[in-house]
């Protein structure tokens, strides 16, 4: 089983739509946790944080849930600029931090 | 400014020669990464460090090799043993400390083609 699993996609959407992704992992000694975007052949870079209360910044909202091992992206009122790859990612600690990736999930927002 | 840089951004390669991808970060940080991403697929990690001097086995380390010598640098070699080393290389670095400001910061990536 991979340490972190996501949804592959594609997601293909029409703008203004709400789109949510989820991510499962498996490590329990899961520290942190983020989103990450990737664009085409470009390196990911940080979307946001999520933290175990939930948080959100502008159009998209992160959720936590440690019990089930679960974390959440929604985006709302989607934009033609939001398609990319959402990449899930978790700190696992073990002594220090290993930082794994999920696979992605694509995402196409289509006019 | 502050970043990660990895150098070159293209490198190609003949089969059967090694080959170094340099990472280098002014960031401060402890950890630090090296991910292999194929076309459409997501990131594998090969090796991380998290102190000088020491480093462990991602999940693709055969045919790979790391050094980190100072904490700023973590070059990577692909060794002759990696029988499909065409792929995009990035580097990351991360703090280590429990808490907020955690995420890793992601070099520019080294895309390599075997000729």
């Known amino acids: 089983r991979k340490e972190v699993e996501q949804d592959p996609g594609p997601f293909n959407v029409p703008e203004g739509a709400t789109v949510a992704f989820n991510c499962t992992y498996s490590n329990s000694a899961s520290q942190s946790f983020f989103w990450y975007r990737q664009d085409c052949r470009k390196e990911p870079k940080l979307l946001m944080s999520?933290?175990?209360s939930g948080n959100e910044d502008g159009r998209f909202t992160a959720q936590l849930n440690r019990a089930s091992q679960y974390i959440s992206l929604l985006i709302r009122d989607s934009k033609l600029s939001d398609s990319a790859t959402y990449l899930c990612?978790?700190?696992?600690?073990?002594?220090?931090?290993?930082?794994?990736f999920g696979a992605g999930t694509r995402l196409f927002v289509k006019a | 400014d502050g970043g990660i840089t990895q150098s070159p951004k293209y490198l190609f390669r003949k089969e059967g020669q090694n080959v170094t991808l340099s990472c280098e970060q002014n960031?401060?940080?402890?950890?630090m990464y090296w991910y292999r991403q194929d076309p459409g697929q997501g990131l594998r990690l090969i090796y991380y460090s998290q102190i000088v001097n020491d480093f462990q086995k991602g999940d693709i380390a055969e045919g790979y090799s790391v050094s980190r010598e100072k904490k700023e640098s973590f070059p990577l070699t692909v060794t002759s043993a990696q029988k499909n080393p065409t792929a995009f290389y990035l580097c990351a670095s991360s703090n280590l400390r429990t808490g907020k400001n955690t995420e890793a910061f992601f070099g520019q990536g080294t895309r390599l083609t075997v000729v």
């Open positions: 990612v978790v700190n696992i600690g073990t002594g220090g931090f290993k930082t794994i």
């Open positions: 960031l401060n940080h402890d950890a």
């Open positions: 999520v933290y175990s």
